[in-house]
């Protein structure tokens, strides 16, 4: 017993050991949980996709042009926010790193890699599992957060190989996390300096691409499965609204098309706090219909899951878009409002 303690006195060896463990319970005990929470084959029996030429489809481009244009415009006129002190920043940067680690571990003993359909398998499986044990135990002990990051990014690269490049680009909000966290964590004073200033730009213009992925992916191309969970899980409030042509297939394509417009917004930096807290009454909305519908396992799969994008979401909210990296900034003739408001956060916040 007296030759391990000095082996236990060691962050990381406590980290390797506790997530050696961790991983055999996790990949003894993968889960069935898929995309959408629909299970392996999702069919509709009136299922018929939609036409670039439909009008639906041209309508909520328009749409979509006039709310991106709509924000463009907004953002040039409305007053600058400036960034609140250094303690309340770094407070909402211990949120983010503490949520993410803690998706990462429990997302990796239900025996998945970063997503809750994403179930490991084989010994390539195991090791991302394990992977990302170590990594969501570091984050969480705040010890090695920079090394952390960067086994983040290895990991997503782990993830792209087994379960493809589409995979990868759904959840690049990851590497966002990891890029920020790097640049946050440099081990010199002048790094840390040099880089700072397009931390959050970074942060949000990569979250914004994982946006638009899944936008495409999981609703507008992946309209069948959307749909079927619409079967069982009837989420569709316009018709309660009165407006019967709202049809479960309509209500895909809008969702599909407001999430690539968070997105599309988000990668331009154009009043990023208000299309952040819209996106997020949208998350926050999806947890509450599954605690309504009385199935409390998919609410806190679901929440598990949002981990990360709240903690990405409390630091948009907090630091808004970043200062060098906004599409405003290389429009000519900016007429920006220039009258500055402080935002203060409660220290209990």
């Given at each position: 017993m007296a030759t391990l303690r000095p082996l236990l006195r060691r962050p990381i060896t406590i980290a390797l050991l506790i997530a050696a463990v961790f991983g055999l319970f996790a990949a003894a005990s993968a889960d069935a949980h898929v995309r959408w929470f629909v299970g392996s084959v999702a069919t509709v029996d009136t299922f018929e996709p939609y036409q670039i030429t439909d009008f639906e489809v041209l309508a909520w481009i328009a749409a979509a042009v006039g709310l991106i244009s709509a924000s463009v415009f907004l953002d040039m006129r409305l007053p600058e926010v400036r960034i609140v002190d250094t303690k309340t920043r770094h407070d909402f940067i211990e949120i983010l790193r503490v949520f993410t680690g803690m998706s990462m571990m429990l997302t990796a003993y239900e025996g998945a890699v970063i997503a809750p359909h994403l179930v490991a398998f084989d010994g390539f499986g195991t090791v991302l599992l394990f992977l990302q044990a170590v990594i969501g135990i570091l984050l969480i002990a705040n010890r090695f957060v920079r090394h952390a990051a960067i086994l983040m990014i290895i990991l997503h690269l782990g993830l792209a190989v087994k379960f493809g490049i589409l995979a990868a680009a759904e959840y690049l909000i990851m590497v966002a996390i990891a890029v920020f966290l790097l640049i946050n964590n440099l081990p010199t004073e002048e790094l840390r300096n040099r880089f700072k200033p397009y931390s959050v730009d970074l942060l949000r213009i990569?979250?914004?691409?994982?946006?638009?992925?899944?936008?495409?992916?999981?609703?507008?191309?992946?309209?069948?499965?959307?749909?079927?969970?619409?079967?069982?899980?009837?989420?569709?409030?316009?018709?309660?609204?009165?407006?019967?042509?709202?049809?479960?297939?309509?209500?895909?394509?809008?969702?599909?098309?407001?999430?690539?417009?968070?997105?599309?917004?988000?990668?331009?930096?154009?009043?990023?706090?208000?299309?952040?807290?819209?996106?997020?009454?949208?998350?926050?909305?999806?947890?509450?219909?599954?605690?309504?519908?009385?199935?409390?396992?998919?609410?806190?799969?679901?929440?598990?899951?949002h981990m990360p994008v709240i903690g990405v979401a409390l630091i948009l909210l907090l630091l808004g878009a970043g200062q060098r990296l906004k599409i405003t900034n290389f429009l000519p003739d900016r007429n920006v409002n220039t009258s500055v408001r402080t935002v203060t956060v409660p220290d209990d916040a």
């Open positions: 990569i979250t914004g691409i994982s946006l638009i992925t899944l936008g495409f992916s999981e609703k507008l191309f992946g309209a069948m499965m959307a749909e079927h969970f619409l079967v069982l899980y009837p989420w569709n409030f316009m018709a309660t609204l009165g407006l019967d042509f709202f049809t479960d297939r309509l209500f895909v394509l809008s969702a599909g098309v407001m999430e690539v417009v968070f997105g599309i917004i988000l990668v331009l930096g154009t009043t990023t706090r208000l299309n952040v807290l819209a996106f997020s009454v949208v998350l926050f909305a999806s947890n509450v219909l599954f605690l309504i519908d009385g199935n409390n396992e998919a609410a806190m799969v679901e929440f598990i899951g």
